[in-house]
Each structure stands twice: as C-alpha cells, then as structure tokens.
C-alpha cells in the first residue's frame, strides 16, 4: 500500500528547514505532496503563485514530490488526494500545543488522517519564514536561510533604501 503524505504550510518563503523536513519525509512516502497554503489573513510577502513556483523549483531534484497551492480546508485536501499523512514541523513546545490542537481537529474532520511531527535538523531549529523577511527587510544576508533562487526573490522584495 503506498502512503500519500501532505506537508502543508504557507512557506512565505521556503526556507532550508522546510526543505530539510520536505527532503527527509519524501524518503519516508511513496508520494509527498507539499501543499501551500492561500492564507490570505497571513499578508504574505509572495502570491500564492510565486510561493508555488518557488517551492517547485526548490523539489525539482525530488520525483515523488509535488507542489501544489490551495484554499480549503486541509482536511478535505487530504481527502482528495487520497493523503492518509499530515507531516508537521515543530520547533518548540509553543509550536507542538498548537499543531497538537490542528490535528486533533483535523482527525475530527477526517478520521483516517494521521499527523506525523517532525523535528527540524537542529541548525534550523530556530529559523521560521518571519525572520527571514526580517533579516532581509534590514539588507541582512539571508543566504544561509533560503536556497540562491529563493534568496534573490526575497532580496528583490526589499530594494535597499
């Protein structure tokens, strides 16, 4: 039986950390689909299509994974792909009780889905999509955040004043 997981996220941008989690959970799955959320109310920096097609060129080198952006709830996603797996990044204590609350919610709403937590690999275990924009925001180099196409999307955002 293959297994279909879902990284969900809004990925605003990408950064190393998500590609760590995305690079170790595609050897885990049959079929890892990376699923970027709208999440308009977050205010993010790129388009819903620019965060697709930089996560897209990011798992270019990964053949089981695919990128796909959406505006549902994630349950339901998860029912239309057929994913039985959520895969959840956390950090922190903070971040678990948080995740913890989604994915009761989440099997609520659909039962035969499992989430899975993963722990970042510790040179990320600090590193989030809001402090790169921040780094960047100050002319900070965010090179060792985000890969080179990501970081010269990010630097374009924020022209030096």
């Known amino acids: ?13 990408l950064t190393l950390g998500h590609l760590d989690i995305i690079q170790r959970s595609a050897v885990l799955f049959e079929r890892l689909i990376v699923a970027i959320a709208s999440n308009p109310s977050k205010k993010p920096l790129f ?8 996560a897209k060129q990011a798992t270019a080198s990964l053949p089981n994974v695919d990128v796909i952006g959406f505006n549902s709830l ?11 797996v959520l895969i959840r990044g956390v950090r922190s204590v903070s971040d678990f ?5 989604l994915a009761q919610a989440n099997q609520q709403l ?8 993963m722990a970042p690999n510790e040179q990320y275990a600090f590193l989030s999509s809001t402090i790169v924009k921040e780094v960047a925001r100050h002319q900070g180099n965010i090179g060792c955040f985000v890969t080179t196409e990501i970081q010269h999307a990010v630097v374009a955002k924020f022209p030096a004043s």
Not at 110 to 117: A, C
Request: glycine residues 2%; aromatic residues 8%.
């Open 74 to 84: 994630l349950a339901q996603l998860a029912e239309q792909h057929r994913a039985t």
């Open 110 to 117: 659909n039962p035969q889905l499992d989430t899975i937590f």
């Open 97 to 101: 009780d948080y995740e913890r609350q």
């Open 47 to 54: 388009s819903l299509e620019e965060r697709v097609a930089m």
């Open 1 to 13: 039986m293959s297994v279909i997981a879902i990284y969900p996220g809004t990925f605003d941008p």
